[in-house]
């Protein structure tokens, strides 16, 4: 497998990547988005920081590609909406450039609080100049943080540390939390009139965009400060500049920009703007973790692993990985079983879990599920990415449910698929939590291995039957492994599963099917 590596990941990160013996590490400099498109096709993997675009363009080339690492936190370059329709995963490295974000965010505010970069500047220059560059001290000062995750919360630590008051307005953060960060939560109207600085730590959304725009300027208290060292266009440039030329901002610091590179912003006339090239995550120790973090991924998704930080799909703790592990691959199975068994077109697939299964993370099982029922229907590639959007296009309404109560198995997962013709159910467990068994069919009790060729034959519980089914699979020198028949009352219907070494050959089937009391005959291929 070829991995295409973008954008000046930190090559000693790279280093448990080139270990693989079944990938090969392709190391390039910045390519156009046409360059991109031109070579994609030959990548299985590719990894990049914030300059290269993933577009739609580029993945709609993208043959091969099975998962774009983001070597950093921001994926907001890379098109995730059409890497999910494409059954791209996308994954990113969130947690190794936390401190180094934070830190250039505290020295960002401690340079506009004592000019420190122009200072510097008007010095080399040749000016020993004490009296413009009055500062002004952190101590006491309000700091308003809007985003306090990650790295809103290690600016908050480390603000704390300078003796400042932290507030910070973040939407989707427990009261509990921010506590604990020692952060009062208030909305976002109050901490733009009361805070001395304000310091941007969220994604850049659609509720996010120009969250620092002219109404926000026109609240926040004169002679504030602001910094943006998350992501170019929550703070609104043209209102910055507006708030600046007017002298109710005091000073300004920004690491990234709306259009990037930018190298000549009208921002850069004034002289208490300050400024750098997206450096935030630009030390040496944040490289090399998020490229250590980001090359473990690109193995795990390369290898059809789970991985941790999936951005498309649900991520998993270790602990669900590990409680949700032994069930993949029944429900996979069960899913593939389930699809050659119906007729019609699927409209509902309703997954229920009991037994332990009741009490834990399902979400992945029924993904998984999805994704097995799909994979035999659809011609497109199907995976954990695209298998809940494919079901959804299709029309098909995945029903997840946990029932309470004690049953007969120690997990259980009954799945009910409904078409526009008919209605089945097939209930499945793990023995021994690996050794996956169908174990009922329409309410029929059967007891069978679900794995290569089955063949499978609802009909009237009655002699005559079984043996005839099995000499025309005999006449065809096709040997039966094991079988498993069910009913319900005596001589009423019944079902027989076969688990066989070859498919039944297409034109047996209608012979099976004549049997005089064979209801109808299905090959299965699992
Ligand atoms: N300048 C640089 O080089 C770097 C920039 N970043 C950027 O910093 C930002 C924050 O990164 P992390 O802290 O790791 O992310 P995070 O996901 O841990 O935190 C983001 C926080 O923002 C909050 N949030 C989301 N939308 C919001 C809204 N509309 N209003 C208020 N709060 C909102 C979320 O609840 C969350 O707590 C990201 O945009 C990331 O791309 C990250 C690393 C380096
Ligand atoms: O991780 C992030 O979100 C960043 O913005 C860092 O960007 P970079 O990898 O330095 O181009």
Not at 85 to 97: E, I, T
Not at 115 to 132: E, F, H, M, V, Y
Not at 292 to 304: F, N, R, Y
Request: include cysteine.
């Amino acid at each position: 497998m070829k991995v295409l590596v973008l954008d000046g990941v930190e090559e000693e990160g790279l280093a448990a990547l080139r270990a693989e013996s079944d990938i090969e590490v392709d190391v390039r400099s910045k390519l156009t988005e046409d360059e991109l498109v031109d070579i994609i096709a030959d990548y299985d993997g590719m990894i990049v920081r914030s300059a290269t675009k993933v577009t739609a363009r580029v993945l709609e080339q993208a043959s091969k590609l099975k998962v774009v690492g983001r070597a950093g936190v921001g994926v907001d370059n890379i098109d995730v909406a059409a890497a999910t329709d494409k059954g791209v995963l996308v994954v990113n490295a969130p947690d190794g450039n936390t401190i180094a974000a934070a830190e250039h965010t505290i020295a960002m505010m401690m340079s506009l609080a004592r000019n420190i970069p122009q200072a510097s500047n008007t010095l080399r220059s040749g000016k020993w100049d004490k009296k413009s560059f009055m500062g002004v001290e952190l101590r006491d000062k309000v700091l308003g943080i809007i985003g306090l995750g990650r790295i809103g919360a290690a600016v908050a630590k480390r603000a704390q540390g300078l003796e400042m008051k932290v507030v910070a307005y973040d939407p989707y953060l427990t009261e509990e939390k921010a506590q604990m960060l020692g952060a009062q939560l208030l909305p976002l109207d109050e901490i733009l009139k009361m805070a001395d600085f304000i310091t941007c730590h969220i994604p850049l959304t659609k509720d996010s965009k120009y969250i620092l725009g002219e109404k926000a300027f026109s609240l926040m208290k004169p002679g504030v400060r602001v910094i943006n060292c998350a992501r170019g266009g929550v703070v609104d440039e043209e209102a910055l500049y507006e708030a600046m030329q007017t002298g109710k901002v005091a000073g300004a610091a920004l690491d990234v920009f709306e259009k990037e590179p930018n190298t000549d912003s009208p921002l850069f006339a004034f002289n208490n703007f300050i400024a750098t090239p997206h450096l935030g995550a630009s030390t040496s120790e944040a490289q090399l973790c998020v490229a250590c973090d980001v090359s473990l991924e690109l193995i795990a998704a390369l290898h059809g692993e789970f991985v941790k930080n999936a951005v498309n799909i649900p991520s998993m703790s270790p602990k669900v990985m590990a409680t949700v592990k032994p069930y993949l691959n029944l429900a996979e199975k069960m899913g593939r079983f389930c699809a050659q068994l119906i007729d019609g077109r699927v409209n509902k697939v309703e997954v229920t879990y009991s037994g332990d299964l009741a009490n834990q993370e399902v979400a992945p099982i029924t993904t998984t599920l999805i994704k097995g029922f799909l994979d035999t229907i659809l011609q497109v590639k199907v995976n954990f990415v695209n298998a809940p959007t494919l079901a959804r296009n299709r029309g098909i309404n995945v029903v997840q449910q946990q029932a309470s109560g004690e049953g007969d198995y120690a997990n259980l997962i009954t799945v009910k698929a409904v078409s526009d013709r008919e209605e089945i159910s097939v209930a499945g467990t793990n023995f021994g939590k690996v050794d996956p068994r169908i174990v009922s069919i329409d309410g029929y009790h059967v007891d069978a291995i679900p794995e290569g060729h089955m063949l499978y034959v609802p009909h009237i519980d009655k002699p005559r039957i079984i043996g005839p089914v099995c000499n025309l699979i005999g006449a065809h020198d096709i040997n039966i492994s094991g079988m498993q028949v069910g009913r319900k009352i005596i001589g009423g219907k019944a079902v027989m599963l076969l688990n066989v070494d070859a498919p039944v050959p297409e034109e047996t089937m209608p012979e099976i099917a004549k049997i005089d009391g064979v209801l109808s005959v299905r090959n299965v291929s699992i």
